[in-house]
T-cell receptor, first 112, second 114 residues
Framework: KQEVTQIPAALSVPEGENLVLNCSFT??????LQWFRQDPGKGLTSLLL?????REQTSGRLNASLDKSSGRSTLYIAASQPGDSATYLC???????????FGKGTTLSVSS | DAGVIQSPRHEVTEMGQEVTLRCKPI?????LFWYRQTMMRGLELLIY????????DSGMPEDRFSAKMPNASFSTLKIQPSEPRDSAVYFC????????????FGQGTRLTVV
């Protein structure tokens, strides 16, 4: 059974710092991996989607990498801003494309 | 498109009452998903539909939960009777092509059963 773990559960950094959020999954047979952002009281917003054949995806200050063989993904946020404060969720799609399994997220707080 | 629209945003009900959550997916999306989010268990898939047909309801916790999609633009999740342990945030999401394409989430319904 696929399990997705995100460490740390919470992270506080000062504005301007570069940071890395980690995601690990137990079954490397995945179709793709997605990173989402969730603001308090809001729904999820998709940030980046990495196909299993890709190594990384970039969007603005965000860069997500994928190492399928080791069951790991990282989300790199450059020059963090207070507006980046949110919960970041990692989710993997199984190889058959029939399930989306979420981690419990990392709650990021960026102080000004 | 206005995105996935859920109603109500907040619901407080007494144990034993029937609760109905509503969702309007993005037009043209063939897949609709219902998720539940709690602190303990995170986000869990309850059920999903393809072209209005339920495909996998194995995540529905008990027979007290039921979901319908009478047409392409509307779905309901019903809990009858409700219990305090059903308190959670319920999300609806839609996508063009199942799990392999980007899913768009609604803002959720925060359900509190007292």
């Amino acid at each position: 059974k696929q399990e997705v773990t995100q460490i740390p559960a919470a992270l506080s950094v000062p504005e301007g710092e570069n940071l890395v959020l980690n995601c690990s999954f137990t079954d490397s047979a995945i179709y793709n991996l997605q990173w989402f952002r969730q603001d308090p009281g809001k729904g999820l917003t998709s940030l980046l989607l990495i196909q299993s054949s890709q190594r990384e995806q970039t969007s603005g200050r965000l860069n997500a990498s994928l190492d399928k063989s080791s069951g790991r993904s990282t989300l790199y946020i450059a020059a963090s801003q207070p507006g980046d404060s949110a919960t970041y969720l990692c989710a993997v799609i199984n190889q058959a494309g029939t399930a989306l399994i979420f981690g419990k997220g990392t709650t990021l707080s960026v102080s000004s | 498109d206005a995105g996935v629209i859920q109603s109500p945003r907040h619901e407080v009900t007494e144990m034993g009452q029937e609760v109905t959550l509503r969702c309007k997916p993005i037009s043209g999306h063939d897949y609709l998903f219902w998720y539940r989010q709690t602190m303990m268990r995170g986000l869990e898939l309850l059920i999903y539909f393809n072209n209005n047909v339920p495909i996998d309801d194995s995540g529905m916790p008990e027979d007290r939960f039921s979901a319908k999609m009478p047409n392409a633009s509307f779905s309901t999740l019903k809990i009858q009777p409700s219990e305090p342990r059903d308190s959670a945030v319920y999300f609806c999401a839609s996508s063009p092509n199942g799990f392999i394409t980007e899913a768009f989430f609604g803002q959720g319904t925060r359900l509190t059963v007292v």
